[in-house]
């Protein structure tokens, strides 16, 4: 699953890189009120053209979820399960769903435990209908990297192209960081 942040382009830096993997590369356009769906488009679209011309070849697809007019924001990760679902059914043969999450990240133990529930929850269905394979596991490339340790990872060309902000401020040119949401202060520990 990729969002087009720090995390999600190393780790797809790394599986190109390192592995022999064929590759389905999902973004979810996730639209909420916290307005950060183009800006992660955009970085995602430059991401993947760079990687296209860069690394070896691998299938990209993206789907969307629209939030706009709820208040509440959704948990994100919990969409990635669903999305992440739907992707591995839609994928013959898949087996492995790769997570750009990290030790570090906050409660990540059991938002990870809850993000395979709701997965294998929906997954469930599926097999009854004797569709996707008997097992998929969930893998995780760079858990246990520091944000420090991805960028470094990363040509810069391509660190300057992820997005890490939740609350995008339009300008003349397209987006800036807002520099105050989580995204952006861990991002400036870099």
């Not at 969002?3 to 190393?10: E, H, I, K, V």
């Not at 679209?45 to 690394?55: K, P, S």
């Not at 998929?136 to 890490?164: D, G, I, N």
Request: hydrophobic share 40%; proline share 4%; with cysteine.
């Amino acid at each position: 699953m990729f969002s087009g942040g720090l995390d999600s382009t190393a780790m797809l830096a790394k599986l190109l890189a390192e592995t022999e993997d064929e590759l389905r590369v999902h973004h979810i356009r996730m639209a909420n009120r916290e307005e950060r769906a183009e800006a992660e488009q955009a970085a995602v679209e430059r991401i993947v053209a760079w990687c296209r011309e860069r690394y070896r070849p691998f299938r990209y697809t993206e789907s969307a979820l629209d939030f706009q007019e709820l208040e509440a924001i959704p948990i994100d990760y919990l969409c990635v399960a669903f999305v992440a679902c739907q992707v591995a059914i839609d994928t013959p043969g898949c087996n492995r769903i790769a997570v750009a999450a990290l030790a570090r990240d906050t409660d990540i133990e059991n938002r990870s435990a809850r993000q395979r529930r709701v997965f294998d929850a929906l997954y469930e269905c599926y097999r009854a209908r004797k569709l996707g394979e008997p097992e998929v596991q969930w893998v995780y490339p760079v858990y246990h990297a520091t944000k420090r340790e991805l960028a470094a990872l990363l040509p810069r060309e391509l660190l300057e192209m992820t997005w890490s902000c939740r609350r995008p401020v339009r300008a003349a040119d397209g987006f800036r960081p807002c520099g105050a949401c989580k995204a952006c202060l861990a991002r400036a520990e870099i």
